[in-house]
């Protein structure tokens, strides 16, 4: 061993001893804290009360990143709690979470950023399944993509939520970054890319520019594209990371998508409700309504929401499929479908639509940007 690296030893020695204690202190509490959510779940067991509380969770990660001094960055801290509350949930109940699968897809990536690792996941290969293996009660929670920020509303998932007895319980959104993916690496031999035509769409211009002689195929997801790739040389995919490595594909060209900033939002659907979060954490509730087939009627529909001082963060139309022009109107409002004044706003809107369902309160998505910082104490 040269002088130099004996010297940094040294130096390194004590702080690695320190961290040592300090990891087994850490060890201690967690116990402490897991024996606590193992009695959380004895008692919520008596009750058959929900085990899974995506507003209390929100608070702890919350409450977490403002007790930090900033070393550690707010992301960081979050990713530590999300795994922490996992493996604690586990001990109350084995959480079960139907996604859209293969593995590698990145419904998969926001299922484990929204549950943690301590989770069964169930793959399903089309959207309508995830619905389907909740409500027969297979799985205790599905996650669906609901909007990209390029391509828009995934149709599908909205059809979907028009049918459905289950409430979306929370939500969570994922960078998508794409690669072209094959076999070797190279596009030797390729004669066509399969992807989700959501993601052909992420990427179009860049197809265009690129490739623009290679026909498009669409799959059901990106994993399943993938798969396709890694059993046929003549194959190309467009996926992330994840299902590169899980069909051991190589990237020809990274980040292919059209926007940098391309994201994908989730939500989790359940049987069970939520309850209202505490502040600084807040809900929004989302709805689906049709309103009778006259003039101004959308806009008598909404005057409840600005009487009542609702805002409204997400107004979107999608055909009634009744050959008559008519819509549905999907609406997310800021605020819980149990506290009072949304209580008042609903009960007013409903009065004037033709059609109101009413999908579920959640807590929105919080984001850690670096100047993050509510106030919340541990
Ligand atoms: C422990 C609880 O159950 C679950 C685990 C949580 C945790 O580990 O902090 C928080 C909410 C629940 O999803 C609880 O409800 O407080």
Redesign the pocket.
Known sequence: MSQESQSTDKEIQPLREEINQIDARIVELLDK?AK??RK??EI?GKTDSP????E??NE?ILMAVNHSDGTLKPEGISSIFKE??SA??SL?KKTTVAFLGPRGTFSEMAMFKQFGRSIQGIACDQIEEVFRAVEAGTSQFGIVPMENSTEGSVNRTLDALLRTSLSIISEVSVPVHHNLLTKSGTLEGITRIYSHPQSLGQCVGWLNSNVPDLPRMSASSNGEAAKKASEDPTIAAIAGETAAEAFGLKPVFEHIQDDAGNRTRFVVLAKQGTEPSKAPVKDKTSLIISVPHKAGAIYHALKPLDYHNVSMTKFESRPARSGTWEYYFYIDIEGHCKSPDIIRALDDLKDECAFFKNLGSYPIEQDFGPKHNTGAKL
């Open positions: 804290r606590n959510a959380i779940g919520k085990v899974y509380r995506p209390r969770e702890v922490i509350m604690c949930r109350e």
